[in-house]
């Protein structure tokens, strides 16, 4: 199977190239729970929706499985020009923003987020070096928090159960108030 079909089936597992077999196994897992046809009863159409996306999920991870198993349990790295930018990016993180992420990882069950849900995250606020902290709840409530550079490029992603959602919240609003 060539690098371009094996990068479709990680983008359908919300994963970067290179990605490794246990981060294919935790995001599958995930996206089970989320996409699962059963938490949608209520609702005919996205119970079909969900059961659509899930035989896709499930596809996706038996062939990125098999082909784990069989070249080293790790994906292709994608070595394209987006690849390049986003490590310059996080090479070129700001002191400002740095201060704002150490706010962040402070927050009780502060865990680092996927990739895959920074794009569904909606600007809250800019930081005055302009970096954007993004924020985005996921269907089963937990909240995420993301920071983009000024190019819009992720530095940053976490997310706290909901047992920290008042602690997290409060860091929000502490970091809109000393950084904007």
């Not at 070249?71 to 990016?89: I, M, R």
């Not at 201060?99 to 987020?113: E, F, R, W, Y």
């Not at 849900?117 to 909240?143: E, H, M, Y």
């Amino acid at each position: 199977m060539d690098n371009q079909n094996i990068h479709k089936h990680l983008a359908v597992l919300e994963l970067k190239p290179g990605a490794s077999l246990d981060e294919i196994r935790t995001s599958y897992k995930e996206l089970v729970q989320i996409w699962h046809p059963d938490r949608f009863h209520g609702n005919s159409n996205l119970q079909k929706r969900a059961h659509q996306r899930l035989q896709k999920i499930n596809e996706s991870y038996e062939i990125l499985k098999e082909y784990c198993e069989g070249n080293g349990y790790q994906t292709p790295v994608d070595d394209s020009q987006d690849c390049k930018q986003e490590a310059e990016s996080q090479r070129s993180t700001s002191n400002i923003t740095k201060k704002v992420i150490s706010i962040l990882n402070q927050v009780p069950g502060m865990t680092q987020a996927h990739r895959r849900d920074f794009n569904r995250a909606v600007s809250q606020f800019q930081l005055c070096d302009g970096s954007v902290v993004k924020t985005w709840k996921n269907p089963v409530g937990v909240d995420h928090v993301f920071i983009a550079d000024e190019k819009g490029n992720m530095v940053f992603g976490g997310f706290v159960g909901w047992i920290h959602s008042d602690v997290f919240h409060q860091a929000i609003t502490q970091v809109q108030k000393d950084f904007t």
